[in-house]
């Protein structure tokens, strides 16, 4: 499989990428309507926060290690090391499961609280709903993960894949910064 | 005769083989997992037929209830068994029935199918591209779709019976499984189903917007676009933003109803108990479906209009009267749906300037529609009008769109509403705005692209005979509902034997039911005509309408990328017809003026488009003769790379 030296750089938008923003647009708006639902009841007299177990926030510090990795896998495509490649595609996919290992935790420290997803503490409710979406498709980009991370250790991966890695690459980092912003407007309305 | 028509299928045949040799083409790729385009549209459309004619089947038996209450019908035993004991229809099972009924018109006919069907067809066909940007996405949007449409329909026959809350699916009756039967295991399926469906309806849609945006052959600039495919673009927007908020109700609905959530429930009681759930909102639930609801009976209704465009353009031999005020109200129309969706909560006690605010917004919606209508009109004025089958469905479309649209100014204006609001006034608005002006689309739109699809035409008689006699019955039907609906009568009732307001109506109803019946039988005649002609039909010609449009330069024979070897190229807008001075009246879009100067002759059988570009793979036929040196592959691929695997 032939390597190219030098970065490759697309000038215009490929179809498929459009398609991967598409996709991240209508996630966008799934969590829009979430959004929307959690503050329109956020004001009402029910409404009571609680703490968020601060390994939320340690896992997003995994998350974003793991977007990290992702990128420099992308450049090790780019500049022909496949050494960097492979020890990044590991790197992400590992931090990847470290986070979904690290929310199970979690849930499981709102359990031990008595903090339950059903019942009528909306904010917990939410808390469960918003989180285990992301978790959800953060399981889906698991696997994508592992699907590149298992060629690229068997060597399967050339050039003409960079297009792939951007578009799981796409995903990754929308996945991150979904993550972020939900932490974060989710601690800032148990702060306000 | 007869050995004429041997050779040819021998050699079709012979063809057959071949092309089997080269793609390795089964039965299953061949017909279930397709990725082509043209094979994924009939796939919809077949689905949304079928699915379609069963929902018409159901409003069938309830209709057969509202007029004949008292009546018990034996068979009505024998195919529902215990929903309707002794003949009688169980109450509960009327609800399901109304439910399925709309849930299954709206979502899986007039939104699925048509869009599914229409956007498949003509985006990749009308724009002069190989397929979809992904192929594979789309093959999978079909099979979501599918996938959805079989849980539905399985929710028929679990023991506690289909969801049965209105197509809306408001809580508390959705979300508490005790509340009725239909708010069981059926309820659970109806999400399930649904969001298959979204799921499948927006992978379509991310593929319609990149394939228009970033597919387009050379020359076609958007404002040359057809404005079906306008319509169609504008929807897949319209859905990419609409429908994952509804996905978050659903999400919501199905946390309260399984999961012991309370987002929408609070302060019920239940034979004198109160249920444990508190601080919930139901209000909260209609904001979310509704920001998908309005502007979903727009994806339903754009469409249609998109393609009564074309067909009212090709049959009148006119250009579409004003072309850029018609791409500006789709695109008017598309915005000002997002914002009136409270249109449809005005008797929730919402604050009366709210009220007001939403009755401004909404009445807005007056110029784009008008502004549609009006060019209708003038497009057919004076033209050279040609009253065939597609003709007639679309000037139907026009009529319903009227009949239909003038109600809903009515419904529009807060006071107005909060006395009609969910009486048989709403149910005839949106039958005929909606309901019935897409259907006739629909029909209209397979009517004129059945040769495209598969090669042959429909009869015409028959289909003079389906669109009279479906014309008389729809107006039949619905127009009565206005008068009952200013009576008081309202919408989702068992029976109107209890009160004397309602009880009035019940010749009426009698009526309507006769006249309800006989319409859907009628619809057999389109069956037959669509099966009988798909293999008897008189064979296509390759541009049967004298269309403009590129969809009539591909081959009538079905090829994998569209076009043999090398793509038309676009010279003119989609709507020159009867041009002055031009020597047909009508000039397709792939024809430059110098093709006309130099005296080619396109509307003789046959032709061979001149222009054309070659900016895709090379067809099979190529590839063998090209040197067997492996092609270098482009880091990236070019903007146009196929993936035809
Ligand atoms: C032309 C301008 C239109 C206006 C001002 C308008 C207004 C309204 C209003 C205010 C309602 C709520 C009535 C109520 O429940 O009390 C309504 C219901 C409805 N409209 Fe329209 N409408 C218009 C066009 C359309 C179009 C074009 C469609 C479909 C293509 C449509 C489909 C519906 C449907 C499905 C409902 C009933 C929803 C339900 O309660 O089940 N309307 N309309
Ligand atoms: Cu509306």
């Known amino acids: ?181 939900l932490i974060v407007f989710l601690q800032l309305n148990q702060l306000l | 005769m007869a050995v004429h028509d041997l050779t040819v299928s021998s050699s079709i045949a012979g063809h057959e083989v071949h092309s089997e040799h080269h793609h390795k083409e089964t039965f299953w790729t061949k017909y279930i997992f397709s990725q082509d385009h043209k094979t994924i549209a009939k796939q919809f459309l077949l689905t949304g037929f079928i699915s ?42 009327y609800m399901a029935l109304v439910t399925m009924h709309g849930t299954i018109l709206v979502f899986w006919l007039l939104t699925g199918g048509l869009s599914g069907t ?67 295991l059926g309820m659970v399926l109806w999400i399930a189903a649904l969001v298959l469906f979204v799921v499948g309806v927006l992978m379509g849609a991310l593929n319609y917007i990149t394939t228009v945006l970033n597919m387009r052959t050379q020359g076609m600039s958007l404002m040359r676009m057809p404005l079906a495919v306008w319509a169609l673009f504008t929807v897949a927007v319209l859905g990419l933003l609409s429908f994952p908020p509804a996905v978050a109700a659903f999400i919501l609905l199905l946390f309260d109803h399984s999961l012991g959530t309370s987002f929408y429930l609070s302060d019920i009681y239940i034979a004198g108990q109160a249920l444990p759930q508190q601080g919930g909102n139901v209000l909260l639930y209609l904001h979310l479906f509704w920001f998908l609801g309005h502007p979903e009976v727009y994806i339903v209704l754009l469409p249609a209009l998109g393609i009564t465009s074309e067909l009212i353009s090709t049959h009148a031999r006119k250009p579409i009267f004003g072309y850029r005020v018609m791409v500006y ?191 859907i039988s009628v619809q057999l005649i389109f069956v037959y005509n669509f099966f009988h002609s798909m293999f008897w039909g008189k064979p296509a010609p390759r541009n049967p309408w004298k269309a403009t449009t590129l969809e009539w330069s591909a081959p009538v024979k079905h090829l994998h990328g569209n076009w043999p070897g090398k793509l038309p190229v676009v010279h003119r807008w989609p709507y020159d017809y009867s041009k002055p001075g031009a020597p047909a009246d009508y000039i397709p879009q792939y024809i430059s003026d110098e093709d006309i100067a130099r005296g080619v002759r396109w509307w003789e059988e046959d032709f061979e488009p001149l222009t054309v570009i070659d900016r895709e793979e090379p067809s099979e036929g190529e590839k063998v003769t090209s040197p067997s040196t492996p092609v270098p592959v482009p880091a990236i691929s070019p903007n146009q790379k196929l993936d035809m695997a």
């Open chain 2, 52 to 93: 379609g004619f069963i929902g018409i089947l159901l409003s069938g038996i309830f209709r057969l209830q509202l007029a004949f209450p008292d009546t018990s019908f034996t068979f009505l035993e024998t195919i529902l068994g215990k929903w309707a004991p002794e003949g009688r229809l169980d109450p509960n099972f």
């Open chain 2, 118 to 184: 229409f956007a498949n067809l003509l985006i990749p066909l009308q724009l002069g591209a190989r397929d979809m940007a992904s192929p594979f996405i789309n093959m999978l949007s079909f099979h979501f779709f599918f996938w959805g449409t079989v849980v539905l329909m399985a929710s028929f026959f679990v023991e506690s019976g289909p969801a049965a809350a209105g197509w809306t699916v408001y809580p508390p009756l959705s979300a508490l499984p005790k509340a009725m039967p239909g708010s069981g």
């Open chain 1, 1 to 181: 499989m032939a390597f190219a030296m030098k970065p490759v750089s697309s000038p215009r938008l490929h179809p498929k990428e459009l398609l991967m923003w598409l996709y991240l647009a209508a996630t966008a708006m799934l969590f829009a309507g979430f959004t929307s639902a959690y503050l329109v009841q956020r004001f009402h007299d029910f409404w009571k926060g609680f703490e968020i177990p601060p390994i939320f926030w340690a896992n997003t510090g995994v998350l974003l290690l793991s977007s990290y990795a992702y990128a420099r896998a992308q450049r090790g495509l780019a500049f022909g090391n496949y050494r960097h490649l492979q020890l990044g595609l590991m790197t992400a996919l590992s931090l990847g499961v470290i986070f979904l290992l690290g929310q199970v935790i979690g849930w499981q420290m709102l359990i031990r609280q008595g903090l339950f997803l059903a019942g009528n503490h909306k904010a917990v409710s939410y808390f469960y709903v918003f989180t285990g979406l992301h978790a959800l498709h953060l399981g889906v980009g698991v696997v994508g993960l592992a699907y590149w991370t298992f060629r690229a250790l068997r060597y399967r991966i050339s050039i003409k894949d960079s297009l792939g890695l951007k578009l799981m690459g796409l995903f990754w980092h929308g996945l991150d910064v979904l993550w972020i912003y």
């Open chain 2, 329 to 519: 109200s789709i695109l008017g129309i598309a915005f000002v749906s997002f914002i009136v969706w409270a249109h449809h909560m005005f008797v929730t006690g919402m604050n009366p300037l709210l009220g007001s605010i939403f009755t401004a917004t909404t009445l807005l919606v007056a110029i784009p529609s008008a502004m549609k209508i009006f060019n209708y009109i003038f497009t057919l004025w004076k033209g050279n009008i040609h009253l065939n089958t597609p003709m007639l469905f679309a000037i139907g479309v026009v009529s319903f769109f009227i009949s239909g649209g003038l109600t809903g100014f009515f419904l529009g204006v807060a006071p107005v509403d909060i006395p009609l609001h969910n009486t048989y006034f709403v149910v005839g608005h949106f039958h005929l705005v909606m309901g019935v002006s897409a259907v006739f689309a629909m029909f209209g739109g397979t009517y004129h692209w059945f040769p495209r699809l598969w090669g042959r035409m429909m009869n015409e008689r028959l289909g003079y005979i389906h669109f009279w006699l479906t014309f008389i019955g729809a107006n039949l039907v619905f127009f009565p509902m206005y008068y009952m609906g200013l009576g008081g009568v309202p919408r989702r009732y068992y029976a109107f034997t209890e009160f004397s307001f309602t009880s009035g109506w019940q010749d009426l109803n009698v009526f309507i039911t006769i006249v309800a019946l006989v319409t």
